[in-house]
């Protein structure tokens, strides 16, 4: 690992960034509640840029037909917050996102939080007060969609929706290291990405798979 995060660091010297206070999560999705077609998040990680407050994401998903493990980047991508608690005046961090807007786009409601710790050493020589866990959930939907190409195939897709309960755990060693290289976070997600290729998780194909249940999407032609 650590002749990978050297390699890697190397290759991407011209994105590093002149200070780094980068955290990264891990992520693992549990599924809660009554859902559709909704069985293909299987894990991933977020990047929060604590100075920018930016949140982003490389998220693995699993093509339900073929059973392919692909990861996906900016999935999730948000805002990062610390917020106190009224009377108690604890410190939470905070980690949302949403997107979509109805019709046939992907629709995101997501939202972790935890308590932060005391100062914690997150490499290049800081200290912050970070969250160790987060936990909360995740809201996800799309609709089916139907479509007729120029030889008069009818493709059907399947949409989803579902909900799931979301864990995410500071990977203090990545952030150490990741730190230490002074790595931006776009740096951070390309070191990730290879991190995954290196367990056999391949990038997204094209075009994306639907997330869908046996068999695939047909496609007849039209009457």
Same mark, same amino acid.
């Given at each position: 690992m650590k002749a990978l995060l050297v390699t890697v660091a190397a290759a991407l010297a011209g994105l590093l960034c002149a200070r780094a206070d980068l955290l990264i999560y891990d992520l693992s999705f549990n599924s809660t509640g009554k859902?559709? %077609?909704?069985? @293909? #998040?299987?894990?991933?990680? #977020?990047?929060?840029?604590e100075a920018s407050?930016? !949140?982003?994401?490389?998220?693995?998903l699993t093509d339900p037909d073929t059973r392919l493990a692909y990861y996906t980047t900016g999935l999730?991508?948000?805002?990062?917050?610390?917020? #106190?608690?009224?009377?108690?005046?604890?410190?939470?961090?905070?980690?949302?996102? =949403?997107?979509?807007?109805?019709?046939?786009?992907? %629709? !995101?409601? @997501?939202?972790? #939080?935890?308590?932060?710790? &005391? &100062? =914690?050493d997150v490499g290049a020589g800081d200290s912050l007060s970070v969250a160790k866990k987060l936990s909360g959930y995740m809201l996800a939907s799309a609709a089916q969609s139907t479509s007729v190409d120029s030889s008069l195939l009818v493709t059907f897709s399947y949409g989803f929706a579902g909900s799931s309960k979301v864990t995410s755990h500071l990977q203090s060693d990545l952030t150490s290291d990741f730190n230490n290289n002074r790595l931006s976070a776009a740096s951070a997600l390309t070191l990730l990405a290879e991190i995954l290729k290196n367990r056999g998780i391949v990038p997204e194909p094209s075009p994306s798979p639907s997330p869908s249940p046996s068999p695939s999407p047909t496609a007849t032609p039209a009457l």
């Open positions: 859902s559709v %077609n909704y069985s @293909f #998040l299987e894990g991933g990680y #977020l990047v929060v840029d407050k930016a !949140v982003t994401s490389i998220v693995i999730l991508s948000g805002t990062y917050m610390e917020l #106190l608690e009224e009377g108690s005046h604890t410190e939470y961090a905070v980690i949302y996102s =949403t997107s979509g807007s109805g019709g046939t786009a992907d %629709n !995101v409601a @997501f939202q972790i #939080l935890g308590k932060t710790s &005391k &100062k =914690t």
